[in-house]
């Protein structure tokens, strides 16, 4: 049984000075060829680095006659020797740049065609959708394979800090059941039972309670979830989350373990700086208020501030019709933008439209304190300072107002103070500010359903002291529930739970289910609780969100290996497709008819 | 933002004598209560172990009170003084035993119903059903609970192992793309492309080896695998599988890598003695000549033997028919079973017929030499005693034949080898037998399809100086293919693969696959060998099969925490299940009007 073959000695990354007069054999791809005074000098990489290669003539000249032959992405093995570079030709980027590869021997193990873009210099902007058909290439560009490196530590850390810290990884199912509650499932056919459907998980949530109630104590899962959603913004099929939970635990608990986790995975694996290693805890309200959003961006401060107290105070229409809608006025203060030209503030209020605001009530502070607004003229110079104060203006600087309803003010506001940060370079790119937010209400009122509904999810416990208030005042019912922010991205969310069946009949209940329903999709949850099931909490981090800060990209599709385009298509393996009409009567289904093709 | 609660200052499973006169908090379930001298025994129980409480009336009458209620399987937690128990009360059995906490607080943190089975004890028969529908209390059970947090072990060791030898784990989707070779396919339906489908993946295959084509090296996942079979046997509709593949290597390098894994995993997480260290390679020409199958169990000997070339020097006419058919005749020595009765005879011969033999041919030699066998009756002497020669039969033995067809004998030999192994005692429980089985052919002819199939699969390479036989000579050629077995288990299996189009080309042709079909369902592959495809090889281990091998137990549904009966149904959460009509019709989908409920 002869298959010892060995393709290398050393991987491209390995070899420096040390290894001097060694013979060497190392395999990998063509990074670049050049010729040169007679030698052809070859860039060999693999994921390991790159070493440079020397085919002379006249030491080997089968290797000088291989490599005229080669071109980028051939996959060569080559033995030589390993020499110290001319003074002068060293190349400090390198690894291995003090040294190069007298070659000996050259042969080529797989030749390559031209690559559809440029594998090398990854600076090169490459159409999207061509770095996905050919994904095996893409990923061979360094900053992609940084990136699946960088993805295998985080994971490869977590799981680390979670075995020390007494956790256990279990795998639940991902062929599941539906439940009709949350975002759309992914469905799964059964061909052993006609008519009926698994579905792929949207979170392992009720079995990991499920593993609590079983004594399992502390669980995690590096867990992909499925959402079957129109994939606005930046969103995937399918997604991976650290998914935990532990027993006989309060919110504090969840929070410090997890500060701990993200501290550690950002130090080990990163240089940017943590803006506050204690991680503020917001209240919702707070946030809402200073920020407008529930995941406030906190590299930068830019606060939003409310004046609807003042702006009835004169006759500025804009402001009255807010006020006569019960609605809201709220403004920011733009710190030495006092000076912007009208196309300038322009061009804010055009963005601001396009949120879905009527438009930017702006007010300008001259250097010379001299105020430019609208307002002036419907409003006493005392009702303008009353404002100006209040969003602490100075000469120099620019507020812009809204008035609106409070969910538009918040909604145009947020993205606005986001816009400004970047406008202002307030945003240090290297600095990662992250923040809990916390005291959400456990429940709001849909309006279109008409029912109440769960902030997060129906299974967020609540502070015991609102527990009557479910009867009287069921949206001021503070919920257990704990968000982790960074950037401005939600990263992650968790809560203590419900482990009482009757208070989880109750939640469910409000949320407009009859008995029938609770007990047809959550029965099993409802029974486990009457067997003992410990107090329990838990929390679910979004990997591929956090792994992209981390790397400093701009969409998840770069931190995942085969991701799918927004349109949930695989272009590098053609999915989906259609299928056998055999495979279709095999699970009892047949495409409607007005839709066959 | 008071949430700070403590539930305990320790787990169930820490304390000791060195903890006397501490105060403890715990937290827990009732395991056991016992009412004795005027006070109450509890014995508490968590993941970590279990810890005798005792309510003295004396010295907290509301303790006392709280424990009078209590049941088996309610939650508490209790506050009290580490003491030492009484000397002679003492239980070598608990890590705990030497102490007990006096009882100053005990509070019910949730009640529990009666459990439809014991707990705390798990040697109590449980049907399987019972079980499943109540898994978040059958893993409450000691062995279920030693049986995950074994795989977590396991699962863990596996992940550093790979990790220190340069390994990334790298995440490929569950929605993928149908490919109708193979196994049948789960689908998934599209709700965007109408009438289309992602399929889930029955191994990551075909991505891990673009991967290598991508450069990352060496890859490897603790991957998902999806298989929509019958449940025969013990399988399940999901099951993990350690997915692994790396660049520039020959199959001796992946054999060694998991050499070295397996031995490590079983020496860090079991007592098991390790039969040869150093793994046996034997070619499948060998195992299936000697143990008729290419999955053996070498815990024992008791090899087969063929003797077609002997059996037909006399008259026998189950022989002669055999051989008239170009069948085979094989037997087995059964050491000492010579005086086996007529009775044992006829069971093992009724075992055979299950198997589908038509009989089997006995030969005893008796403890005096004398010969009893139907054979003599048409068989000279010399050439019955050539058979008895050729099997080392000996005064005392057992010799048993079947003559049919190869496969026939060799299927029926197979499993009377290990009933016979079972019935002598051969089977040492505490060992575990690992080999290498190679050489295999690497292709089939599928009667049936009338075409050639592949042994393994389509990816799996081939000696260089083979592939001219492609053409002349198909059945013969040898793949670099490689399958580990344990204790008669296959749990794992891989190959050196194909990285050139035209040679991956040629076996998809030999299929009966037309250049459409390829194109269709393999052009990504085809293509991605064309950009610079590195020499790679691979393997992936049964992950469940394996674990279950290192628990001892006797089904891998025991080692995953939530399967599927043997029916593809999930008992707990009740999938699958009818879905909403507006679900299906957002997928485009109807169910068949005849099979429609």
């Known amino acids: ?46 994921r390991y680095g790159i070493t440079q290669v020397v085919c002379d003539p006249e030491r080997s000249p089968e290797s000088h006659r291989v490599a005229a032959e080669l071109r980028s992405e051939y996959v060569v093995q080559v033995s030589g020797k390993v020499v110290m ?25 797989n ?52 075995d020390e810290q007494g956790f256990l990884e279990i795998e639940t199912p991902i062929l599941m059941k539906s439940t ?16 009926e459907f698994y579905a792929l998980p949207q979170s392992p949530q009720q079995l990991k309670q499920l593993l609590m109630v079983a004594g399992l104590d ?13 994939q606005r913004a930046d969103r995937q099929p399918e997604f991976t989350q650290l998914d935990l939970e532990m027993s006989f635990v309060s919110e504090d608990d969840v929070m410090s373990l997890i500060e701990g986790l993200v ?17 503020p805890r917001l209240s919702y309200k707070h946030v809402m208020d200073r920020y407008g959003t529930d995941h406030p961006d906190l590299r930068f401060d830019l606060p939003l501030v409310e004046i609807t107290d003042l702006a009835g105070a004169g006759n500025f229409g804009v402001f ?21 030209s009208r196309k300038e503030v322009e061009e804010l209020t055009e963005f601001a439209r396009m949120l879905g605001a009527k438009g930017l009530v702006s007010l300008a502070i001259q250097a010379s304190g001299e105020v430019k607004s609208p307002l002036t003229k419907f409003m006493a110079g005392q009702g303008v300072q009353a404002i100006i104060d209040r969003l602490e203006g100075k000469p120099g600087d620019l507020l812009l107002f809204v008035a609106d309803s409070a969910k538009v003010c918040n909604d145009v506001l947020f993205r606005l103070r986001v816009k400004l940060a970047e406008r202002l370079k307030l945003i240090d790119q290297n600095e990662l500010a992250l923040c809990w937010v916390v005291d959400f209400p456990l429940l709001h009122y849909d309006e279109e359903a008409q029912r109440y509904d769960a902030e997060h999810n129906p299974f967020s416990g609540m502070d015991e002291e609102h527990i009557s208030r479910l009867d009287s005042d069921p949206l001021n019912v503070r919920a257990k529930q704990y968000d982790i922010i960074c950037n401005g991205y939600e990263i992650g969310g968790g809560s203590v739970r419900i482990n009482v069946a009757a208070l989880q009949h109750k ?22 609780f009457e067997y003992g099931a410990p107090p329990h909490g838990g929390i679910a981090l979004g990997i591929d969100r956090f792994i992209m800060l981390l790397a400093d990209e701009e969409s998840i599709r770069d931190v995942i290996a085969f991701p799918k385009t927004q349109s949930a298509m695989d272009l590098l393996m053609n999915a989906p497709s259609p299928v056998d009409d055999k495979q279709l009567r095999e699970l009892h289904l047949q495409i409607r008819p007005e839709e066959r093709r």
Not at 269 to 278: H, M, P, Y
Request: hydrophobic share 35%; aromatic share 10%; glycine share 8%.
């Open 111 to 162: 030749p390559s065609r031209t690559t559809p873009f440029p594998i090398s210099n990854d600076s090169t902007p490459v159409d999207e959708s061509l770095r996905l058909k050919y994904r095996y290439l893409d990923l061979r560009r360094p900053k992609m394979r940084d990136n699946m490196i960088l993805r295998h530590r985080v994971v490869k850390l977590i799981r680390d800090y979670l």
């Open 507 to 528: 939640v469910f209940s409000l949320m407009n289910m009859d008995d029938e329903q609770i007990k047809e999709q959550f029965g099993h949850m409802l029974e486990a």
């Open 263 to 279: 501290i550690s995975l950002i130090e080990k694996t990163t240089n940017k700086r943590i803006k506050e290693l204690s991680f």
């Open 218 to 230: 502390r669980y995690f899962q590096i867990a992909r979830c499925f959402r079957d959603e129109d």
């Open 1 to 46: 049984m002869g298959f010892e073959v060995y393709y290398r000695t050393f991987t491209c990354g390995e070899l420096g000075p040390d290894y001097v007069g060694q013979q060497a054999t190392l395999a990998g791809w063509v990074n670049r060829r050049r010729d040169h005074g007679g030698l052809i000098f070859l860039d060999i990489r693999d």
């Open 180 to 195: 009709p509650e949350g975002a759309r499932d992914y469905l799964v056919p059964s061909r052993i039972y006609s008519g």
């Open 320 to 340: 009255k019709n807010a006020l006569a809608a019960q609605g809201m006025v709220k403004g920011i203060r733009v710190p030495g933008a006092g000076g912007y």
């Open 85 to 109: 570079r001319l003074p002068g030709t060293e190349n400090p980027h390198l690894s291995t740049g003090a040294i190069e590869i007298a070659a000996d021997q050259l042969v080529i193990l």
